[in-house]
Nanobody
């Protein structure tokens, strides 16, 4: 599985950004895409995830109500719509895939083993 992330940038607090993660390669129908972020000096955090089939999603408490993950099956792309951005959302955002043939816990970071490159999101106060 190959992943290509894009859409980062600089935005003022309260603004919005949409990240995209384009997937290619061989995938199983139950595979999942997660968006992670890592700020300097902090641990990597799984902020949202979605399974390729069905309606299962996962959100970290820190982004619930502000971020929305979605997918476009025709384009093999997963989106992360980020609204009401805060300075603490500043981080490098990366997408990763759990390419298991069986559905697994979306919120388990250890299951994501195919990674795309990161994209910087900076939120100014």
């Amino acid at each position: 599985v190959q992943l290509q992330a894009s859409g980062g940038g600089l935005v003022q607090a309260g603004g919005s950004l949409r990240l995209s993660c384009a997937a290619s390669g061989r995938t199983f129908s139950n595979y999942a895409i997660g968006w992670f972020r890592q700020a300097p000096g902090k641990e990597r955090e799984l902020v949202a995830a979605i399974r390729w089939s069905g309606s299962s999603t996962y959100y970290a408490d820190s982004v619930k109500g502000r971020f929305t993950i979605s997918r476009d099956n025709a384009k093999n792309t997963v989106y992360l719509q980020m609204n009401s951005l805060k300075p603490e959302d500043t981080a490098v955002y990366s997408c990763a895939a759990d390419n298991s043939p069986f559905p697994r816990d979306l919120g388990n970071q250890n299951y994501y083993d195919y990674w795309g490159q990161g994209t910087q999101v900076t939120v100014s106060s």
